[in-house]
């Protein structure tokens, strides 16, 4: 990768930020912002599909500010924006809509289980046309890599289909982009439910270790961890098929230490060992980082000043990618 190498992903205001999130894709974000032009968006729209209250998004915006900053990323070397302070994104997302096949839309996974989640309650059109907000935020940069966890690769497909489309409709406009995903933490499981991902949305928190978990909290939820019961010497091991929570374990362990699965079992015969290591592993790794986070939280106004210089740097590349969207669709200048 080099400096001409665009990546742009991006994260919801939604719920606390939660290991899944930081192996899956913050992590990534950070050692790849000074290699290449990094732009990180809070995509505070996006959450207003399931906003249905007055005063929440925009604390919850500056605190996921204070989050990014606290993992790490440098507003000097990465732009970090709030979306809405970017209008490009509503205006493309509407292009894009015009672009992409009910159908489509209709096979999300992530829509389908969304809907399921909200069976009763309001499901918001915005649900529906949610993957269209998020071409709109890829494609407005000329993004060459999305690093993402597994579960986003469906929308990143979907983004170059509509891309596809559009270039082949009106010629070629965008660049298709292409998810990166690490070796290790794609897609962190629930230590209570090693079939499910872990999630902000999970009911109870158990199984979901949240950045701002005190050590002794952390510690707690990997001790609970669901494993297996089966004993003797090669009771652990990689098998993610056979062994989900322990794989899972040996999973979060390799991403936050850098070594592999495999290597990792090598070291444990008991569960209640592995429990303990993968426990301590992810404190060192997430204890500064909440501690930075606090500290951060303390000026507002500093997060407020920051993201305004973001979105000023991502407007500069947006406003410029809508206008030859405009122009190949032939549209009369402004
Ligand atoms: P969001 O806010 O749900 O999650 C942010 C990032 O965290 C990753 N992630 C996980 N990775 C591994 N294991 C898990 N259990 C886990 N849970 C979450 C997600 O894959 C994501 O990378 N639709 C996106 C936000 C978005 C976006 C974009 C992303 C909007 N526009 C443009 C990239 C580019 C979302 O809801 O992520």
Redesign the pocket.
């Known amino acids: 990768m080099s400096n001409s190498t665009r990546v742009?992903?991006?994260?919801?205001p939604t719920g606390d930020v939660h290991l899944?999130?930081y192996?899956?894709?913050l992590q990534n974000w950070v050692r790849g912002q000074h290699e290449c032009d990094a732009f990180h968006?809070i995509?505070d729209l996006?959450s207003l599909t399931v906003t249905e209250e007055p005063g929440i998004v925009g604390e919850t915006t500056l605190s996921l500010a204070a989050m990014l900053f606290a993992v790490g990323l440098d507003p000097d070397d990465a732009t970090v924006f709030a979306q809405s302070h970017v209008a490009e994104h509503s205006q493309l997302a509407w292009i894009m809509q015009c672009n992409v096949a009910y159908g489509e839309l209709s096979r999300m996974t992530q829509f389908k289980d969304k809907s399921v989640k909200r069976d009763g309650q309001f499901i918001s059109a915005g649900l529906f046309t949610y993957p269209t907000l998020?071409a709109a935020?890829?494609l407005l940069y000329d993004t060459n890599h999305?690093p993402?966890?597994?579960?986003?690769h469906q929308?990143i497909e979907i983004t170059r289909d509509i891309a596809i489309r559009f270039n082949r409709r009106f010629g070629e406009t965008f660049v298709l982009p292409e998810a990166v995903t690490p070796a290790a933490?794609?897609?962190?499981m629930s230590l209570q439910d090693p079939t499910s991902?872990?999630?902000k949305s999970e009911d109870s928190g158990a199984g979901c270790v949240y950045i701002v978990d005190e050590p002794a909290a952390v510690m707690k939820k990997f001790k609970r961890a669901v494993t297996d019961s089966d004993t003797g010497p090669d009771a652990v091991r990689y098998d993610r098929a056979a062994k989900p929570g322990v794989a899972n374990l040996l999973e979060i362990h390799a991403a936050v230490t850098g070594r592999t699965p495999e290597a990792v079992a090598d070291d444990y015969e008991q569960y209640g060992a592995l429990k303990v290591a993968t426990g301590e592993a992810v404190v060192a790794t997430l204890d500064p980082i909440r501690i930075r986070y606090i500290e951060l939280m303390d000026d507002r106004g500093e997060l407020a000043r920051l993201l305004r210089v973001g979105a000023e740097k991502a407007r500069a590349v947006a406003s410029v990618t809508l206008q030859r969207v405009h122009d190949a669709i032939g549209m009369v200048p402004a």
């Open positions: 742009l992903s991006c994260i919801q899944g999130n192996l899956g894709a968006g995509v996006h998020m935020d890829i999305v993402v966890g597994n579960d986003q929308h933490g794609a897609r962190v991902k872990m999630s």
